[in-house]
């Protein structure tokens, strides 16, 4: 069991937003604003997509973008296209010796 | 450019030990403290610890502790992951990352190929 926690799978259209929760607790997301993105393309590498919240690295489109309220992140991705399609993983830092969690990631189907 | 080229797939018996090498180049080594982040097939990520290779500092996930050890060698720029008595549940590819920024950030910037280990009879 991860210790943050996604819904399995979303889908939306192209040209349509989504949005990815990514729920944690007081230790994790609420209690620090070291939360990141991951994308993950079938049998690739996991790229990074933002950091810190809501910062993009270099080269990420701004078509995605982060959130956070309370305990609980978002990753939201507008003007939906088929490259979107992938998994998704939100990270955060921890104050434990576990520096840093996953959540379980997010499917995302592009219809 | 930035590039970590990890060592090739293993296959280990139960209860063996393994050992993973992380090869950087691109970028000035010990300014860049390496995290290393395990999937197993078909799961999700999970965080196993990190390295500082300026002074070989390090951390270690809470479910890997006594287990893994992390070392590094400055003289070829190489770090290693080093897991011992493995079973079933351990087979995963294993990824080194570069953290995103200098004095240890928590994000994985720049990731390695991958590393399959296989544990199996």
């Known amino acids: 069991q991860s210790a943050l926690t996604q819904p399995a799978s979303v889908s939306g259209s192209p040209g349509q937003s989504i949005t990815i929760s990514c729920t944690g607790t007081?230790?994790?997301?609420?209690?620090?604003?070291?939360v990141s993105w991951y994308q993950q393309h079938p049998g690739k590498v996991p790229k990074l997509m933002i950091y810190?919240?809501?910062t993009r690295p270099s080269g990420v489109s701004n078509r995605f973008s982060g959130s956070k309220s309370g305990n609980t992140a978002s990753l939201t991705i507008s003007g939906l296209q088929a490259e979107d399609e992938a998994d998704y993983y939100c990270?955060?830092?921890?104050?434990?010796?576990?520096?840093?969690?996953f959540g379980g990631g997010t499917k995302l189907t592009v219809l | 450019q930035v590039q970590l080229v990890q060592s090739g797939a293993e296959v280990k018996k139960p209860g063996a030990s393994v050992k993973v090498s992380c090869k950087a180049s691109?970028?000035?080594?010990?300014?860049?403290?390496m995290h290393w982040v395990r999937q197993a097939p078909g799961q999700g990520l999970e965080w196993v610890g990190w390295?500082?290779?300026?002074?070989?500092?390090?951390r270690y996930a809470h479910n890997f502790q006594g287990r893994v050890t992390l070392t590094r060698d400055t003289s070829i720029n190489t770090v290693y992951m080093d897991l011992s008595r493995l079973t079933s549940d351990d087979t995963a590819i294993y990824y080194c990352?570069?953290?995103?920024?200098?004095?240890?950030?928590?994000?994985?910037?720049?990731w390695g190929q991958g590393t399959l280990v296989t544990v199996s009879s």
């Open positions: 810190d919240v809501t």
């Open positions: 390295i500082d290779p300026t002074d070989g500092g390090s």
């Open positions: 990270s955060s830092y921890t104050g434990s010796n576990t520096l840093v969690v």
């Open positions: 691109g970028y000035s080594f010990s300014d860049y403290f």
């Open positions: 990352g570069r953290s995103l920024r200098t004095s240890g950030s928590y994000y994985l910037g720049n």
């Open positions: 007081s230790t994790d997301i609420g209690g620090y604003n070291y």
